[in-house]
């Protein structure tokens, strides 16, 4: 088992990875803060592995709420639902909520964890890749509007995070492959050996390889540990994380939440990033060619929906936590394994890009 910090003071954290995780009750012993707690879950994760959590909790209260499964139920109204176990159950401020699910649940369990009675303590135990390298990481907890992704949320920190590797065996193709945006995404903005190590080994995670699956969530994790340290609220450098997120955001708000996959939306953005990088003269074509044959080996979409013209994008694109007094601001890349922070952007560059790439 691995074993990382997110460096935060007082509210550090660990980050375990491995293998049989769900099996290991000193783990979730040695950070639950009270006899009380609440699971989170859904309706694909709860048949897999809620009673195998649940046989770690023997001794505490512990009662479960399941939520259906997918994008376009991450609401304040379903987040109503926890909040209503909650108070029926009559449970403290010291109780404790578990999120076990993918990056949906950990952010509604996270956010009503935020909220109840001003904080209680949560645990993240991600199911998804993507959960395991990305969302279940740094505090960010949220949900959806029907006008932008994640616009209401706060920064909550988790006690710990339980990235068992073995529920990647009953994770599906298409969201193994989604996890894999967000992987990729470590390696463009600050580690070029990373991104080439991806290039050589993207079979082996796709063939679900247990040794190159372990290694880049850990190396992801490392990643995004050292950027939360620095920068926990999002103020200079964790922006960075960003990479390809307002394009991929106004995917998923304009084709309708839970028609891409949030990691394929990325992917896609990301790729629409790599372009305007190579607009303003930073990326050179071979570059792109690079960044996109990446996303194509990891079986990831490249290219926009065509029912999002160039307007329409723009306007989605200005309801982005980056902007300024409404202006659009992004992250680009100045080359593969260097990110830069949020800038304003030509307006006839971005135009470009909206109008062109993937549209040829």
């Not at 009559?90 to 649940?105: P, Q, Y």
């Not at 990373?194 to 490392?222: H, M, V």
């Not at 100045?334 to 560059?349: E, K, R």
Request: charged content about 20%.
């Amino acid at each position: 088992m691995k074993n990382l910090l997110v460096e935060l003071g007082d509210r550090s954290y660990p980050i375990y990875i491995g293998s049989g995780l769900l099996q290991q009750p000193e783990l979730f012993k040695k950070h639950i803060k009270s006899k009380q707690v609440l699971v989170v879950t859904n309706t694909t994760i709860a048949p897999l592995y809620l009673d195998r959590l649940l046989k770690n909790l023997s001794g505490y209260t512990v009662e479960t709420v399941v939520l259906s499964d997918g994008e376009q139920y991450k609401t304040l109204e379903t987040v109503s639902t926890i909040f209503d176990k909650l108070l029926t159950c009559k449970f403290s401020r010291n109780a404790t909520l578990i999120a076990l699910g993918g990056g949906v649940i950990g952010d509604m369990g996270g956010f009503a964890a935020a909220c109840y009675q001003r904080g209680i303590a949560f645990l993240q135990i991600p199911t998804t890749l993507l959960a395991q390298v990305d969302s279940s990481v740094g505090g960010k907890t949220g949900v959806n509007h029907p006008l932008g992704k994640n616009m209401i949320g706060a920064f909550y920190q988790p006690q710990c995070v339980i990235a068992d590797a073995d529920v990647l065996d009953t994770l599906d193709d298409r969201e193994l492959s989604a996890g894999l945006a967000e992987v990729i995404k470590y390696g463009l903005i600050r580690d070029i050996h990373f991104f080439e190590w991806l290039e050589d080994n993207i079979g082996l995670l796709l063939a679900r390889d247990k040794a190159a699956l372990a290694y880049a969530i850990e190396q992801s994790c490392l990643n995004k540990a050292a950027i939360v340290a620095e920068d926990e609220t999002e103020t200079g450098v964790r922006a960075t994380l960003n990479l390809g997120h307002t394009f991929g955001h106004a995917i998923e708000t304009g084709a309708g939440y839970g028609t891409y996959l949030h990691g394929e939306a990325v992917a896609i953005g990301t790729c629409q990033a790599a372009d305007l990088s190579r607009r303003k003269g930073w990326l050179t074509d071979a570059d792109v060619v690079r960044i996109i044959a990446l996303f194509n080996k990891a079986n990831l979409p490249v290219t926009p929906p065509t029912q999002l013209d160039a307007q329409h994008f723009l306007e989605l694109m200005t309801v982005d936590k980056k902007n300024i007094d409404g202006k659009i601001r992004l992250i680009l890349l100045s080359q593969i394994g260097l990110a830069t922070l949020p800038g304003y952007v030509d307006q006839t560059l971005l135009e470009l890009t909206l109008r062109h790439y993937g549209r040829q």
